[in-house]
């Protein structure tokens, strides 16, 4: 199995940043496809970003396309999200993904293709 703990979250004003980190423990973190969801009140858990294996690949959600940007370190094995242009739509639990399979040529978008997860972590945008 593989460990996930997000940190990062906070208090940020309407068009702040924010930069999550994802720590994973293990030593296949490389193996596994990474991706970050978020879930806010009264709505169901949606796609932010993903990244591949080796971080040479990534996608987004349009909701957060120009703004945010996902990277990894294979060698610290960790992932983040940075998070700019905040805005207060952005506001829910953010968490961290790893896949349980890697298919090729797949988006791994949904969170039925995500095997483990982290506790989550808070980000509140104020306006």
């Known amino acids: 199995q593989v460990q996930l703990v997000e940190s990062g979250g906070g208090l940020a004003q309407a068009g702040g940043s924010l930069r999550l980190s994802c720590a994973a423990s293990?030593?296949?973190?490389?193996?596994?496809?990474m991706g970050w969801f978020r879930q806010a009140p009264g709505k169901e858990r949606e796609f932010v970003a993903a990244i591949s294996r080796s971080g040479g690949r990534t996608a987004y959600a349009d909701s957060g396309k120009g703004r945010f940007t996902i990277s990894r370190d294979n060698a610290k094995n960790e992932v983040y999200l940075q998070m700019n242009s905040l805005k207060p739509e952005d506001t829910a639990v953010y968490y961290c993904a790893a896949a349980a399979t890697v298919f090729s040529g797949i988006i791994y978008n949904t969170a039925k293709q995500y095997g483990y997860w982290g506790q989550g972590t808070q980000v509140t945008v104020s306006s």
């Open positions: 293990g030593r296949t973190f490389s193996l596994h496809v």
